[in-house]
């Protein structure tokens, strides 16, 4: 792969080494390597050499061919930036394992390992990094990248903890979440955090109920490997919707930096109570089974909602309700706080636009119909998330990374659901569609989910 040590920009300064294991997959392509052409046209990337390691029999220049060719399917994107970014990388046809890895042996200066990889890859990946030695910190900083979902249930997300522990410390250790970088998220953090006058209505006293949604119109995309291993409760509701009711039920950090940040989203966590089977409804698309590289009889849901409670005192009582699926009605995300009824039944609530548009929705009640006034900050951006994740992770900021407690009291709360559905078949649901009928059936009376069609 060449020189892997010693390396200095023409400033002088030293390169960072962006490890990226899985470059030759659908992560690194369609997500990873965009954003990283984007910093590099805005100018905010380091000096790096990436080193890429992937299963595919190619040299460097096919590598490069494999992924300019996805780039040039993102409308908008600078490819003067990858122009320039291109000759940074390095590919190699390897195994995960310290003999696959071998070549970073005398790896010299900062560098991040992101683990693009198969959830099933993780813990040979970690493995492989530890026993080369790359985690020590003698000639540079090193951190470690975990794509999710980070573990299959409680007791995998334990271990592979204890594993990454063996050889990293807690702050070295990155835990993906990209929900945590889209400017929708820090939105609703900093919302709170400078309009104090919001805490009035950010409770019980002010909210009946919390309705958190992402609802995507997309199928499977040519992801059935990996959707189903995980489906969309490992997919999307342990780790990114759990995060998103974190944001809501926490107290304001102290301080917008990591640790208050970190401290108060694991605390929420630590107050929701553990999933009663009974409130959770899980869902099939149409057609799934017909999908290419899916069991003729998979049991694999593509939709799931949930109910949960908080032992938290500002939401005591208030139910949140969870949901997340594909070939729905609409592509939307959002967080709906409805408020308590007037005397003659009518509701306003708050409602905050996270996809595809940002932006924030009140609705108050007058003499006559609700009124609504509608904030919109634009689009969400296509890359963002993903620029965030890797500014943080070079930079060492941890605030978008969830800690060893946040994944593992998700998985907490969760966990009873997954050994309940080891029977059972989920509900089928039409294309889009709403989602599966049984949903209701987890409301409380008076509640209602949002349309998907507005």
């Not at 992924?67 to 390897?94: C, F, T, V």
């Not at 309009?195 to 958190?212: C, M, T």
């Not at 308590?340 to 932006?359: C, I, N, T, Y």
């Not at 009640?365 to 609700?370: C, F, N, Q």
């Amino acid at each position: 792969m060449g020189r892997a040590s010693g390396d200095h920009a023409a400033s002088g300064g030293p390169v960072t080494h962006l490890v990226v294991l899985g470059i030759s997959g659908d992560l690194a392509r369609r997500l990873l390597v965009p954003a990283l052409v984007r910093l590099q046209g805005q100018g905010q990337l380091p000096p790096l050499r990436i080193w890429g390691f992937g299963a595919e029999s190619w040299d460097t220049g096919e590598l490069l061919a494999h992924l300019e060719a996805a780039l040039r399917e993102k409308p908008g994107l600078d490819l003067s930036a990858w122009q320039r970014l291109k000759g940074s990388i390095r590919y190699r046809n390897a195994e995960i394992s310290p003999e696959g890895l071998s070549p970073l042996r005398h790896l010299e200066g900062p560098a991040l390992f992101y683990l693009a990889l198969p959830p099933s890859l993780f813990p040979k990946a970690v493995l492989a990094l530890g026993e080369l030695n790359l985690a020590q910190e003698n000639t540079g900083w090193r951190r470690i990248a975990v794509e999710k979902p980070f573990g299959y249930d409680l007791a995998s997300a334990q271990a592979l903890n204890r594993l990454l522990q063996r050889y990293f410390r807690e702050d070295q250790i990155l835990r993906v979440d990209h929900f945590l970088g889209k400017t929708s998220v820090t939105n609703l953090l900093e919302l709170r955090y400078r309009n104090p006058s919001l805490e009035a209505l950010w409770e019980r006293k002010g909210v009946a109920w919390v309705e958190i949604t992402y609802a995507e119109t997309l199928g499977l995309e040519g992801r059935a490997r990996y959707y189903e291993q995980a489906g969309a409760l490992r997919d999307m509701l342990q780790n990114h919707l759990l995060q998103l009711l974190a944001l809501v039920v926490m107290e304001p950090p102290s301080r917008l930096e990591a640790a208050s940040i970190r401290a108060q989203r694991a605390e929420a966590l630590r107050s929701v109570q553990t999933a009663e089977p009974r409130l959770v409804v899980r869902g099939q698309y149409q057609g799934y089974l017909e999908e290419p590289r899916v069991a003729p009889d998979s049991p694999r849901e593509t939709f799931v909602a949930v109910r949960l409670a908080t032992h938290a005192p500002r939401w005591l009582g208030v139910p949140f309700y969870l949901r997340s699926g594909k070939r729905l009605a609409a592509r939307s995300g959002f967080i709906f706080l409805a408020f308590h009824p007037s005397p003659e039944g009518q509701r306003g609530g708050l409602l905050l636009r996270l996809s595809p548009e940002v932006g924030l929705d009140l609705t108050l009640l007058g003499r006559g119909k609700p009124e609504t006034l509608s904030f919109r900050l634009g689009p969400e951006p296509e890359f963002d998330a993903y620029e965030e994740v890797l500014l943080a992770a070079l930079s060492g900021d941890l605030t978008p990374f969830p800690s060893q407690e946040e994944v593992e009291e998700a998985w907490r709360v969760l966990d009873p659901v997954l050994k309940a559905w080891e029977e059972g078949e989920p509900e089928v649901y039409p294309q889009g569609s709403e989602g599966p009928g049984g949903q209701m059936g987890i409301l409380k009376p008076g509640h209602a989910w949002v349309s998907l069609r507005g």
